[in-house]
């Protein structure tokens, strides 16, 4: 996967004014645009469209602060009018086209990166690789946005919002696995944007032929196979740490890649804080 992951970022250097096919490049290196997207997001800390961006926007400020017409430079990098243009500038370097064109500056530049593969893997990956029949998720589901660091606020004030005594009644419904109850998100936007929507559900697992309450929300799950990886220690340190080792060291170590679908988060126990947690990730996954 590093070798794949240096191959999309020298054919984004390759070709910084034209549209990159990033689903044609994972194929021709036997893996998918979709699972390519998610390993760049989890390992660069920002999704492959922002970067594409930044490195485009940082090669262009040396167009810019010379005399050539910025609609050339525009359709250079891509852009279709220097209003368009002009957006994406301001955004990577904070100030307009026209100020760097005066006065040279200030610029943010985005370095190109290079993926390298280090040791690590100190500490063992609890994990198993288990096939799962088709099931449903059902709860209460909200559209929030991504955020990539932190507490998610609009995921917090969601649960918040649903009386004590239903988290009882949902534990109570759940009738397969994973078990107890889950914090679900799915329909993530394949750019992992910041601020772009995914949906979050707060319910448990019933099996596929259950019937859904009518005030419920259901997620239907087709049957596959999935990693599930079991986490204990401080929440959610220890549950953060975890996700970003399904990156950065065990799908890179394993035969396998991430599918669509959702990804799912079961507390297993917990303390009365929730300082420190049991809980399991759920990743649906296909071989690679």
């Not at 590093?2 to 021709?28: F, K, P, Y």
């Not at 086209?97 to 100190?122: A, I, K």
């Amino acid at each position: 996967m590093i070798e794949v992951l240096n191959r999309v970022v020298d054919e984004i250097e390759t070709h910084l004014g034209d549209a990159i096919d990033i689903d044609g490049v994972a194929a021709a290196s036997g893996t998918t645009g979709y699972h390519l997207r998610r390993m760049f997001s989890s390992l660069a800390g920002m999704p492959l469209a922002e970067y594409v961006r930044r490195r485009r926007m940082t090669v262009a400020a040396s167009d810019v602060i010379g005399d050539e017409d910025l609609l050339t430079i525009a359709v250079r990098y891509g852009y279709g009018s220097t209003e368009a243009f002009g957006r994406a500038f301001r955004a990577v370097h904070g100030v307009a086209h026209g100020d760097v064109r005066r006065d040279g500056g200030p610029l943010r530049s985005q370095p190109q990166l290079r993926f390298r593969l280090t040791v690590e893997g100190s500490v063992p990956m609890d994990a198993r690789i288990i096939e799962q029949p088709a099931f449903r998720l059902i709860g209460h589901a909200a559209r929030v946005p991504l955020i990539h660091e932190g507490v998610n606020p609009h995921i917090q004030a969601h649960i918040a919002s649903l009386p004590m005594d239903e988290h009882a009644r949902l534990k109570a419904l759940g009738d397969t696995s994973p078990s107890g109850l889950l914090q679900v998100t799915t329909d993530v936007d394949e750019t992992y944007a910041e601020g772009s929507e995914l949906t979050y559900l707060h319910g448990v697992a019933v099996a596929a032929e259950t019937s859904v309450p009518d005030d419920l929300d259901a997620i239907e799950v087709a049957a596959g196979t999935w990693v599930v990886f079991r986490i204990e220690g401080d929440y959610p340190a220890a549950l953060q740490a975890a996700w970003a080792a399904t990156a950065g060291e065990w799908f890179p170590s394993n035969p396998w890649r991430l599918r669509p679908g959702p990804s799912i988060v079961a507390i297993l126990e917990r303390a009365d804080d929730f300082s420190t947690a049991v809980c399991e990730l759920w990743m649906p996954i296909e071989r690679s």
